[in-house]
Structures are given as C-alpha cells and as structure tokens.
Antibody
Framework: EVQLVESGGGLVKPGGSLRLSCAAS????????MNWVRQAPGKGLEWVSS????????YYADSVKGRFTISRDNAKNSLYLQMNSLRAEDTAVYYC???????????WGQGTLVTVSS | DIQMTQSPSSLSASVGDRVTITCRAS??????LAWYQQKPGKVPKLLIYAASTLQSGVPSRFSGSGSGTDFTLTISSLQPEDVATYYCQKYNSAPFTFGPGTKVDIK
C-alpha cells in the first residue's frame, strides 16, 4: 500500500525557517517525481515545488522561489521542503504528492500544518 | 505561465441532477488535464486524468471531456457523497497549476 506521511509542521514566527519531511513507503520511491502542494485555510490548492526522481529537475512556484528548497533522499525514501524567510501567507496545510510518470498526482499524504504568526 | 480557470465557482443541485463543471486553460495543454475531488476536511483525490480517463475505483457517473483549452467534468447523477470541491490541474509541465475550484453541494 502506497503511503506518504508528512511531518515537521508547526508554529513559526515571520522570517523563521521550518523543514518539512515526507516519508514514503509501499512503492519504489526512486522511480517517481515528487511534489509539494499547499492549501491555505479555506482556500484552494496551490502547487509549490516538484523534484524529479533523480533530483535532476527541480521547479518552484514563483511565490516560493528563492525561499524554499525541495530535496529528496532516495536511500531513505524521503522528500523534504526547507522553508526559509517564512511569511504569514505561507500558512497552509502542506501535502506531499507523487507524480506518476506522465500522469498527474495519484497519491497524496495527509498533510502537515504550517502556521506563520508572531 | 498557463493560467487555469473554472466555472462556476460553486453550484447547488438536487440529488440525481446532471452537473457540469468547466475548466479553461489560457493556452493549449493537449489532454494533460486532471480533475481532483476534495471532500470537506479530506485529502484531494484524483478522479480523472488525460482529460477523460477515469482513475481506478472512481464511479462511472463521473466523466471528463475536452482537449486543448476547454475541458468539462460531468457528474451524470449527483449523489450526496459527491459533495466536495472539484479542482482541475494541468500536468504537462511545471508549474502544475490548479484551477481555483468549484464547490458542489446538495440543494
């Protein structure tokens, strides 16, 4: 069974940093590109970042470019999102999601809540 | 970047009604269009990919169509368990932009 479990969310002050993790199991993690998607309270889905299976290709939404860094450790079946210079508007539930080759996001984690507030 | 729009933003329909949601891309995306369902308090779930291919396990009352810039999601007979927000997404290349969502509830 495919499982994605996020962790690392919490309350952080504006300007602070946080590192999210996503532990994957039930599939060959190193064969899939992975993504972070966020959802602010009461709002829609926003794609944040994508990383290819071997980390060769990395993409970011303009809203986080220069502040967030996506990475992965295929030996540990883990995906990460380093978030720096956090702003109130980064407050959201952050989901990790698997992209199935040329197909869209077929599995999602339960999400981890990040709250940026003083 | 390609922008995704959806209409309507919300709708209310009766059980058994046919419901149609429209998604439009600002540039052509061939058939690289997915639909997701997000029930209140739940994780998004992939319903349809390649504009019209049903994900395994999705009820046949859901269908999708379109290509290029204009796409539709149809629920042939609305059921109470279909109350949710529906999002379209382009996935041919990054950024993998989502539409703003369409909230569906029961009248």
């Amino acid at each position: 069974e495919v499982q994605l479990v996020e962790s690392g969310g919490g309350l952080v002050k504006p300007g602070g940093s946080l590192r999210l993790s996503c532990a994957a199991s039930g599939f060959t993690f190193s064969s899939y590109s992975m993504n972070w998607v966020r959802q602010a309270p009461g709002k829609g889905l926003e794609w944040v970042s994508s990383i290819s299976s071997s980390s060769s290709y990395i993409y970011y939404a303009d809203s986080v470019k220069g502040r967030f860094t996506i990475s992965r450790d295929n030996a540990k079946n883990s995906l990460y999102l380093q978030m720096n210079s956090l702003r109130a508007e980064d407050t959201a539930v952050y989901y990790c999601a698997r992209k199935n080759g040329g197909n869209p996001f077929d599995y999602w984690g339960q999400g981890t809540l990040v709250t940026v507030s003083s | 970047d390609i922008q995704m729009t959806q209409s309507p933003s919300s709708l209310s329909a009766s059980v058994g009604d046919r419901v149609t949601i429209t998604c439009r891309a600002s540039q052509g995306i061939s058939n690289y269009l997915a639909w997701y369902q997000q029930k209140p308090g739940k994780v998004p779930k992939l319903l349809i990919y390649a504009a019209s291919t049903l994900q395994s396990g999705v009820p046949s009352r859901f269908s999708g169509s379109g290509s290029g810039t204009d796409f539709t999601l149809t629920i042939s007979s609305l059921q109470p368990e279909d109350v949710a927000t529906y999002y379209c997404q382009k996935y041919n290349s990054a950024p993998f932009t989502f539409g703003p969502g369409t909230k569906v509830d029961i009248k």
